[in-house]
Nanobody, 120 residues
Framework: QVQLVESGGGLAQAGDSLRLSCAVS????????MGWFRQAPGKEREFVGG????????DYSDSVKGRFTISRDNAKNTVYLQMNSLKPEETAIYYC?????????????WGKGTLVTVSS
């Protein structure tokens, strides 16, 4: 079974950048499509973006398109979420997920999340 561990969260100011990492173990990263999701306090989990196994095709929610970038390094078994121009409303726990395909409704395997706090 695949295990996912997120890192890179922390405190940022509005307009700052952060890069989250998701380390994959137990299985080869290249076998999976990967997604990033987030859950803000009092809100439902939402899809942020995903990257297909090909590493060429990505998909993003409209709210982050143009500011966030997902990439993967199969050799390092790691997926990244580069977040630029962060907004206070993007304060949330960010989760990495894996599955056969990118599914906005949810995926098969999940990490425990990393907290991102954006102050104004």
């Amino acid at each position: 079974q695949v295990q996912l561990v997120e890192s890179g969260g922390g405190l940022a100011q509005a307009g700052d950048s952060l890069r989250l990492s998701c380390a994959v173990s137990g299985r080869t990263l290249s076998n999976y499509a990967m997604g990033w999701f987030r859950q803000a306090p009092g809100k439902e989990r939402e899809f942020v973006g995903g990257i297909f196994r090909s590493s060429i095709i990505t998909d993003y929610s409209d709210s982050v398109k143009g500011r966030f970038t997902i990439s993967r390094d199969n050799a390092k078994n790691t997926v990244y979420l580069q977040m630029n121009s962060l907004k206070p409303e993007e304060t949330a726990i960010y989760y990495c997920a894996a599955g056969a395909v990118v599914k906005k409704s949810g995926m098969d395997y999940w990490g425990k999340g990393t907290l991102v706090t954006v102050s104004s």
